[in-house]
């Protein structure tokens, strides 16, 4: 049986390869056939009838790569990975939903590195995010987000500690930040951590989801639903747009969010982008600015999962900012990356998604901080995506609910 499930694997990575290859080969030798102007790559119908804000706000039309590239399956042992980032050696830290952090090199998985906080696993919780110092070359030390039990309750935490030189264990671990208020829950923690330019973090929360929490998204004195941007302390940076308001948490960077579980920042502007999930519909591609309200729950493009309206009703607000792109039906977007290399000059720029219930990559191409096209890759493989990231030589590296690890990289 388990002879017949690998060649089944094999052939089915092997199709794939050569359908990703064979279409991207045929956009070169097509004669110059138009590969930049295809129908929108969503083909099913709405959940709703809401109209979008802007022209190119939704269901953008279809483009496609012509630069052939192949997809390799690294490995298939992971246990729930969740978050992963390149080492400067080029091997890969990962995050398992289990609490455990595996390093990948060359598709090698090593044992559970030991030395991390417990982390509460039930639901959506366990081990999240992961970043590394912008000086880890020197300093060795790493930076998680995980779901941290509080009494009979839970919350969105930020860790920190040193990968020892045997790359065994994280050594002097501690909670940095702590995302309150806790809550009795196993629902949208969010989150992504990266650092930004400045060598502060910046991290994503979830609401928590219930009707009960939800309302906390708004509000500036509750660190649900919010992106929040911290030193390497855990204190609340310098700089942050609610510095000195006493009725807030100076540590918010933006609020009114759902459950963010994508973050990077475009390699030429330098602006924060974001994704976050929907409910039935709504899932928001968003430009973060410093101290706006993105809306969640007063504005969106979605419904309860029941069919019901949410709120109000209403798509438009002013005062709340808009997304620049959003889904419906949903494609449950979760880790995001933008793509700097030259070695696949049409991707450059471009945002790629890892789309859980879509079970594909989007590919969005941006123009002026709009989304001029989309293209949806390694659909074949029947993945649901949970983070792709860049590495060093213009590969994307994914990793899959399942615990696949894959390569993209050019033919």
């Given amino acids: 049986m388990k002879t017949n499930l690998?060649?089944?694997?094999?052939?089915?990575?092997?199709?794939?390869?050569?359908?990703?290859?064979?279409?991207?080969?045929?956009?070169?030798?097509?004669?110059?056939?138009?590969?930049?102007?295809y129908p929108p790559v969503e083909k099913n119908a709405a959940n709703t009838d809401y109209k979008p804000a802007f022209v190119g706000q939704t269901r953008v039309k279809g483009v496609k790569t012509t630069t052939p590239f192949d997809v390799t399956v690294l490995s298939k042992d992971l246990k729930s990975p969740w978050g992963l980032v390149a080492l400067p050696d080029g091997k890969l830290l990962i995050t398992e939903k289990e609490g455990t952090l595996r390093i990948a090199s060359d598709g090698k998985l090593s044992e559970p590195i030991k030395g991390l906080p417990e982390v509460d696993a039930k639901g959506q919780g366990g081990l999240l995010g992961i970043a590394i110092d912008p000086d880890f070359a020197t300093n060795r030390m790493v930076y998680w987000t995980f779901a941290h039990k509080v009494?009979?309750?839970?919350?969105?935490?930020?860790?920190?500690?040193?990968?020892a030189q045997d790359e065994k264990s994280i050594e002097h671990a501690e909670i940095i930040y702590q995302a309150g208020p806790a809550y009795k829950g196993t629902l949208h923690y969010g989150s992504r951590i990266l650092f930004d330019k400045s060598g502060n973090i910046i991290f994503s929360t979830g609401e928590r989801s219930d009707l009960e929490t939800r309302p906390q998204a708004q509000d500036l004195g509750s660190a649900l639903g919010k992106i929040i941007r911290i030193t390497k302390d855990g204190k609340p940076a310098s700089g942050n747009p609610f510095e000195g308001n006493a009725a807030a948490k100076t540590e918010i960077y933006s609020y009114g969010h759902r459950n963010v579980q994508g973050l990077a920042f475009h390699p030429e502007t330098g602006d924060l982008w974001e994704t976050e999930f929907g409910p039935k519909g709504g899932d928001?591609?968003?430009?973060?600015?410093?101290?706006?309200?993105?809306?969640?729950?007063?504005?969106?493009?979605?419904?309860?999962?029941?069919?019901?309206?949410?709120?109000?009703?209403i798509q438009q607000k002013e005062g709340l900012e808009q997304p620049i792109y959003y889904?419906?039906?949903?494609?449950?977007?979760?880790?995001?990356?933008?793509y700097s290399s030259n070695s696949i000059p049409e991707w450059k720029n471009n945002l790629f998604i890892a789309a859980l219930s879509g079970t594909h990559i989007a590919r969005l191409v941006i123009q002026d901080n709009k989304v001029v096209g989309e293209e949806r890759l390694l659909v074949d493989q029947g993945q649901r995506f949970r983070a792709v990231i860049e590495g060093a030589n213009g590969e994307l590296y994914a990793v899959t609910d399942a615990g696949w690890l894959i390569k993209v990289s050019k033919k």
């Fill in 327 to 338: 889904y419906d039906p949903v494609i449950s977007p979760s880790g995001i990356t933008f």
């Fill in 151 to 163: 009494d009979d309750k839970n919350l969105t935490a930020v860790g920190k500690g040193k990968l």
């Fill in 284 to 313: 928001e591609v968003n430009i973060i600015k410093p101290g706006k309200n993105y809306g969640w729950p007063t504005i969106t493009y979605g419904l309860e999962y029941s069919g019901a309206k949410i709120g109000d009703a």
């Fill in 6 to 37: 690998k060649l089944a694997y094999l052939l089915s990575g092997l199709a794939l390869m050569t359908s990703c290859n064979s279409s991207a080969e045929k956009g070169n030798d097509g004669g110059g056939a138009d590969t930049t102007s």
